[in-house]
Protein backbone atom coordinates (compact mmCIF):
# COMPACT_ATOMS: atom_id res chain seq x y z
CA UNK A 1 0.00 0.00 0.00
CA UNK A 2 1.52 3.55 -0.83
CA UNK A 3 2.20 6.01 1.90
CA UNK A 4 -0.20 8.88 1.62
CA UNK A 5 2.83 11.35 0.59
CA UNK A 6 3.71 9.03 -1.75
CA UNK A 7 0.58 8.90 -3.75
CA UNK A 8 0.83 12.87 -3.49
CA UNK A 9 3.49 12.84 -5.37
CA UNK A 10 2.39 10.02 -8.01
CA UNK A 11 -1.00 12.69 -8.19
CA UNK A 12 1.37 15.55 -8.50
CA UNK A 13 3.48 14.17 -11.19
CA UNK A 14 0.86 13.12 -13.34
CA UNK A 15 -0.97 16.39 -13.21
CA UNK A 16 2.84 18.06 -14.62
CA UNK A 17 2.29 15.55 -17.03
CA UNK A 18 -0.95 16.21 -18.57
CA UNK A 19 -0.50 19.63 -17.99
CA UNK A 20 2.58 19.00 -20.67
CA UNK A 21 0.74 17.21 -22.90
CA UNK A 22 -2.33 19.78 -23.48
CA UNK A 23 -0.78 23.13 -22.80
CA UNK A 24 1.24 24.19 -25.80
CA UNK A 25 2.82 27.46 -27.91
CA UNK A 26 1.53 28.01 -31.12
CA UNK A 27 2.77 29.42 -33.54
CA UNK A 28 0.73 30.95 -36.25
CA UNK A 29 1.22 32.92 -39.80
CA UNK A 30 -1.60 34.96 -40.26
CA UNK A 31 -3.26 37.72 -43.15
CA UNK A 32 -6.08 39.63 -42.53
CA UNK A 33 -7.01 43.57 -42.92
CA UNK A 34 -7.41 46.21 -41.06
CA UNK A 35 -10.19 48.89 -40.68
CA UNK A 36 -10.03 52.36 -39.27
CA UNK A 37 -12.93 54.41 -38.22
CA UNK A 38 -13.64 57.29 -36.03
CA UNK A 39 -15.51 57.54 -33.46
CA UNK A 40 -18.79 57.22 -34.66
CA UNK A 41 -17.53 54.77 -36.84
CA UNK A 42 -17.28 55.82 -40.31
CA UNK A 43 -14.51 54.95 -41.99
CA UNK A 44 -11.45 56.84 -42.23
CA UNK A 45 -10.06 56.04 -45.86
CA UNK A 46 -6.18 55.99 -46.01
CA UNK A 47 -3.76 56.27 -48.95
CA UNK A 48 -1.41 53.67 -49.84
CA UNK A 49 2.20 55.41 -50.70
CA UNK A 50 0.86 56.02 -53.94
CA UNK A 51 -1.96 58.38 -53.33
CA UNK A 52 -5.22 55.41 -53.68
CA UNK A 53 -7.60 55.29 -51.27
CA UNK A 54 -7.31 52.16 -48.95
CA UNK A 55 -9.98 51.99 -47.53
CA UNK A 56 -9.28 48.42 -46.04
CA UNK A 57 -5.47 47.73 -45.46
CA UNK A 58 -3.86 44.31 -45.26
CA UNK A 59 -2.04 42.90 -42.65
CA UNK A 60 0.32 39.95 -42.56
CA UNK A 61 2.27 39.03 -39.88
CA UNK A 62 3.49 36.57 -37.25
CA UNK A 63 1.25 35.41 -34.17
CA UNK A 64 2.61 32.96 -31.04
CA UNK A 65 -0.54 31.80 -27.79
CA UNK A 66 0.30 30.06 -25.07
CA UNK A 67 -2.49 27.50 -24.44
CA UNK A 68 -2.00 27.73 -20.60
CA UNK A 69 -1.75 31.28 -19.77
CA UNK A 70 -4.15 32.96 -22.76
CA UNK A 71 -1.63 35.27 -23.91
CA UNK A 72 -0.11 35.76 -27.03
CA UNK A 73 1.70 38.35 -28.75
CA UNK A 74 2.32 39.61 -32.07
CA UNK A 75 5.53 41.09 -33.78
CA UNK A 76 2.90 42.95 -36.11
CA UNK A 77 4.05 46.54 -37.91
CA UNK A 78 2.30 48.61 -40.85
CA UNK A 79 2.52 51.93 -41.68
CA UNK A 80 -0.21 53.67 -43.18
CA UNK A 81 1.18 56.39 -45.12
CA UNK A 82 -0.93 59.23 -45.14
CA UNK A 83 -3.45 58.83 -41.80
CA UNK A 84 -5.07 62.11 -41.25
CA UNK A 85 -1.96 64.37 -42.46
CA UNK A 86 0.70 62.02 -41.29
CA UNK A 87 2.13 58.45 -41.31
CA UNK A 88 0.75 56.11 -38.70
CA UNK A 89 2.35 53.18 -37.43
CA UNK A 90 0.66 50.12 -36.17
CA UNK A 91 2.52 47.70 -34.04
CA UNK A 92 3.03 44.88 -31.00
CA UNK A 93 -0.27 43.05 -31.06
CA UNK A 94 -0.46 41.70 -26.94
CA UNK A 95 -3.67 39.21 -26.85
CA UNK A 96 -5.68 38.23 -23.59
CA UNK A 97 -8.26 35.39 -22.90
CA UNK A 98 -11.28 37.38 -21.52
CA UNK A 99 -13.04 34.23 -21.37
CA UNK A 100 -16.26 32.97 -23.55
CA UNK A 101 -14.86 32.61 -26.58
CA UNK A 102 -13.50 36.43 -26.43
CA UNK A 103 -9.92 37.54 -26.41
CA UNK A 104 -8.79 41.15 -25.57
CA UNK A 105 -6.32 42.67 -27.43
CA UNK A 106 -3.85 45.90 -27.03
CA UNK A 107 -1.97 47.60 -30.14
CA UNK A 108 0.31 50.71 -30.12
CA UNK A 109 0.05 53.49 -32.34
CA UNK A 110 2.31 56.24 -33.29
CA UNK A 111 1.71 59.34 -34.86
CA UNK A 112 2.80 62.60 -35.65
CA UNK A 113 5.54 62.47 -32.26
CA UNK A 114 3.02 60.64 -30.21
CA UNK A 115 4.69 57.04 -29.65
CA UNK A 116 2.73 53.76 -27.91
CA UNK A 117 -0.90 55.13 -27.68
CA UNK A 118 -2.57 52.42 -26.64
CA UNK A 119 -5.33 50.76 -28.91
CA UNK A 120 -7.78 48.62 -27.20
CA UNK A 121 -9.28 45.60 -29.51
CA UNK A 122 -11.85 42.66 -29.05
CA UNK A 123 -11.79 39.83 -31.14
CA UNK A 124 -14.57 36.70 -31.03
CA UNK A 125 -11.85 34.19 -30.66
CA UNK A 126 -14.74 31.31 -31.70
CA UNK A 127 -13.00 29.52 -34.18
CA UNK A 128 -9.68 30.37 -32.83
CA UNK A 129 -10.65 28.44 -29.72
CA UNK A 130 -12.87 25.92 -31.81
CA UNK A 131 -9.62 24.98 -33.64
CA UNK A 132 -7.35 24.23 -30.77
CA UNK A 133 -9.59 22.73 -29.04
CA UNK A 134 -9.82 20.08 -32.61
CA UNK A 135 -5.76 19.43 -31.74
CA UNK A 136 -3.46 21.55 -34.29
CA UNK A 137 -0.26 20.18 -36.06
CA UNK A 138 2.14 22.64 -38.23
CA UNK A 139 0.93 23.37 -41.51
CA UNK A 140 -3.02 23.24 -40.31
CA UNK A 141 -4.79 26.27 -41.59
CA UNK A 142 -7.66 28.14 -40.55
CA UNK A 143 -9.46 29.85 -43.46
CA UNK A 144 -12.79 31.12 -42.79
CA UNK A 145 -14.92 29.22 -40.70
CA UNK A 146 -12.44 25.70 -41.89
CA UNK A 147 -9.62 24.51 -40.02
CA UNK A 148 -8.18 22.73 -43.05
CA UNK A 149 -5.76 19.47 -42.26
CA UNK A 150 -3.45 17.00 -43.91
CA UNK A 151 -3.93 13.80 -41.58
CA UNK A 152 -1.82 11.61 -43.37
CA UNK A 153 1.09 13.83 -44.14
CA UNK A 154 0.57 13.56 -48.19
CA UNK A 155 1.00 17.44 -48.80
CA UNK A 156 -2.98 17.54 -48.92
CA UNK A 157 -5.44 19.22 -47.04
CA UNK A 158 -8.00 16.07 -46.56
CA UNK A 159 -10.08 17.12 -43.62
CA UNK A 160 -12.32 20.14 -43.40
CA UNK A 161 -13.38 20.96 -39.79
CA UNK A 162 -16.18 23.83 -39.51
CA UNK A 163 -15.02 25.71 -36.25
CA UNK A 164 -17.79 28.06 -36.72
CA UNK A 165 -15.18 31.76 -37.01
CA UNK A 166 -17.51 34.86 -36.92
CA UNK A 167 -17.69 37.76 -39.01
CA UNK A 168 -15.71 40.87 -38.33
CA UNK A 169 -17.22 44.17 -36.92
CA UNK A 170 -15.64 46.19 -39.97
CA UNK A 171 -17.22 44.27 -42.79
CA UNK A 172 -20.18 45.40 -42.00
CA UNK A 173 -19.27 49.02 -42.09
CA UNK A 174 -17.33 48.16 -45.28
CA UNK A 175 -21.03 47.22 -46.70
CA UNK A 176 -22.34 50.25 -45.24
CA UNK A 177 -20.43 52.16 -46.75
CA UNK A 178 -20.07 50.79 -50.41
CA UNK A 179 -17.40 48.67 -50.29
CA UNK A 180 -18.84 45.47 -50.32
CA UNK A 181 -16.06 44.29 -52.69
CA UNK A 182 -13.90 44.43 -49.84
CA UNK A 183 -15.20 41.89 -47.49
CA UNK A 184 -13.61 38.85 -46.30
CA UNK A 185 -15.79 36.87 -44.96
CA UNK A 186 -15.21 35.30 -41.46
CA UNK A 187 -12.76 35.34 -39.23
CA UNK A 188 -11.11 32.90 -36.58
CA UNK A 189 -10.02 36.26 -35.06
CA UNK A 190 -12.82 38.68 -35.74
CA UNK A 191 -12.82 42.31 -34.74
CA UNK A 192 -15.70 43.23 -32.35
CA UNK A 193 -18.07 46.18 -31.75
CA UNK A 194 -16.64 45.86 -28.03
CA UNK A 195 -13.36 47.15 -29.03
CA UNK A 196 -12.71 50.30 -27.73
CA UNK A 197 -10.13 51.56 -29.42
CA UNK A 198 -7.32 54.46 -29.20
CA UNK A 199 -7.07 55.14 -25.61
CA UNK A 200 -7.63 52.38 -24.06
CA UNK A 201 -5.28 49.67 -22.67
CA UNK A 202 -5.69 45.84 -22.90
CA UNK A 203 -8.60 45.56 -19.97
CA UNK A 204 -10.40 47.85 -21.72
CA UNK A 205 -9.26 51.05 -19.03
CA UNK A 206 -8.90 54.26 -19.82
CA UNK A 207 -4.94 55.36 -20.68
CA UNK A 208 -5.69 58.48 -22.44
CA UNK A 209 -5.82 61.07 -23.59
CA UNK A 210 -4.29 61.03 -27.10
CA UNK A 211 -5.19 62.78 -30.12
CA UNK A 212 -6.98 59.88 -31.20
CA UNK A 213 -9.02 59.07 -28.02
CA UNK A 214 -12.01 56.70 -29.33
CA UNK A 215 -10.94 56.20 -32.89
CA UNK A 216 -11.39 52.52 -33.57
CA UNK A 217 -8.81 49.87 -35.36
CA UNK A 218 -10.55 46.57 -36.14
CA UNK A 219 -7.85 44.04 -36.88
CA UNK A 220 -9.04 40.78 -38.45
CA UNK A 221 -6.68 37.79 -37.85
CA UNK A 222 -7.18 34.95 -40.69
CA UNK A 223 -10.25 36.99 -41.83
CA UNK A 224 -11.30 35.53 -45.13
CA UNK A 225 -7.47 34.23 -45.85
CA UNK A 226 -5.72 31.97 -43.72
CA UNK A 227 -3.76 31.63 -40.34
CA UNK A 228 -1.72 28.69 -40.52
CA UNK A 229 0.27 27.10 -38.07
CA UNK A 230 3.81 26.90 -38.46
CA UNK A 231 4.76 25.65 -34.72
CA UNK A 232 4.10 23.87 -32.17
CA UNK A 233 5.97 23.80 -28.90
CA UNK A 234 5.17 22.14 -25.30
CA UNK A 235 4.81 24.32 -22.46
CA UNK A 236 7.67 23.58 -19.91
CA UNK A 237 5.93 22.61 -16.54
CA UNK A 238 6.73 25.65 -13.96
CA UNK A 239 9.65 25.69 -11.97
CA UNK A 240 7.13 25.74 -8.24
CA UNK A 241 5.67 22.24 -9.65
CA UNK A 242 9.09 20.47 -9.86
CA UNK A 243 10.02 22.29 -6.58
CA UNK A 244 6.50 20.71 -5.36
CA UNK A 245 7.51 17.52 -6.61
CA UNK A 246 11.05 17.36 -5.27
CA UNK A 247 9.72 18.53 -1.82
CA UNK A 248 7.51 15.43 -1.80
CA UNK A 249 10.08 13.10 -2.45
CA UNK A 250 12.20 14.72 0.39
CA UNK A 251 9.34 14.27 2.95
CA UNK A 252 8.83 10.47 1.53
CA UNK A 253 12.42 9.81 2.08
CA UNK A 254 11.92 11.24 5.54
CA UNK A 255 8.85 9.31 6.06
CA UNK A 256 10.76 5.82 4.98
CA UNK A 257 13.04 6.63 7.39
CA UNK A 258 10.29 7.31 10.29
CA UNK A 259 9.19 3.78 10.10
Known sequence: MKHPIQSALCASLILAASGVAQAAIIDFHFTGNVVVT??????IVNQDASGNPL??????????YNTDSGIGASGLSITM????????????????????????????VDWAGNFNMPLHINWDATG??????????VGDTISGTTLKQDTDGDG???TFTDVFSATPHSDALLAAQGHGSLQ????PLAATSSSKGVGYDINGNYAGPTPFDGVHG???????????????????????????????????????RKR
Open 55 to 64: PSTPIDATLS
Open 184 to 187: EGAA
Open 38 to 43: GVDDSI
Open 218 to 256: YFNIGSGNSLTVTGVSAVPVPAAAWLFGSGLIGLLGVAK
Open 128 to 137: FFNAINVGLN
Open 156 to 158: VFD
Open 81 to 108: PNFLGNPATFHDITLQDSGANSINGQIF
